[in-house]
């Protein structure tokens, strides 16, 4: 088809001539602008095609790395709580072994207030230690006592040194009544 300028200097198109032979051409002018929209219609397809084909490959790697990430955090949250429980158990047995270690001090003679003083424990929280330390089932002795009776045999009968010291009243800084260590 051919074009034309018009007086402002726009592009038209020119009539096509009358007749079969400028119908057959308007014909082929038709089906090759169609030919060509079907040309651009597939390349645009094709590009489609590849990019939903991208797209979906890509999700698909998403998938498997959250999956990979998942498996991760929940080894990880494993591991936590194992470590959790392994520092608890040992923070309960170093809590036993100290209040083993109050038990025999106040045993000794040594009050709440004075073991309070000495370590800087709450006097309420040393008192609850006591309690849970002397609450022990029978034969179950603390690690510091077993330490120190294993230790000096002679003073598990009242001969040794600390037997004195331990039949002698325990005298408080705070006036308040002596206690008798048994």
Same mark, same amino acid.
């Given at each position: 088809?051919?074009?034309?300028?018009?007086?402002?200097?726009?592009? $038209?198109?020119?009539?096509?001539?009358?007749g079969s032979a400028a119908a057959a051409q308007r014909l082929e002018e038709l089906t090759a602008a169609r030919e060509q929209l079907d040309a651009r219609?597939?390349?645009? $397809?094709? $590009?489609?095609?590849? *990019?939903?084909?991208?797209?979906?490959?890509?999700?698909?790697?998403?998938?498997q790395i959250a999956a990979i990430r998942d498996a991760a955090l929940a080894e990880a949250e494993r591991a936590r709580q194992a470590a959790?429980?392994?520092?608890?158990?040992?923070?309960?047995?170093?809590?036993?072994?100290?209040t083993a270690v109050l038990v025999e001090l106040s045993?000794?003679? $040594?009050?709440a207030d004075e073991l309070h003083a000495l370590f800087g424990i709450p006097v309420k929280r040393v008192r609850a230690m006591l309690r849970a330390g002397r609450a022990r089932p029978t034969g179950e002795q603390a690690p510091a006592a077993q330490a120190a009776t294993s230790e000096n045999p002679p003073a598990q009968h009242g001969?040794?040194?600390?037997?004195?010291? *331990?039949?002698?009243?325990a005298e408080s800084s705070e006036g308040q009544v002596p206690v008798t260590a048994a």
């Open positions: 088809m051919s074009t034309t300028t018009s007086s402002r200097g726009r592009a $038209r198109r020119a009539r096509p001539p009358a219609l597939a390349e645009r $397809r094709r $590009r489609e095609d590849e *990019a939903l084909a991208a797209y979906a490959a890509t999700a698909g790697e998403a998938e959790i429980a392994e520092a608890e158990a040992k923070l309960g047995d170093l809590e036993r072994r100290q045993e000794l003679g $040594r009050s001969q040794g040194c600390d037997a004195a010291v *331990a039949s002698e009243p």
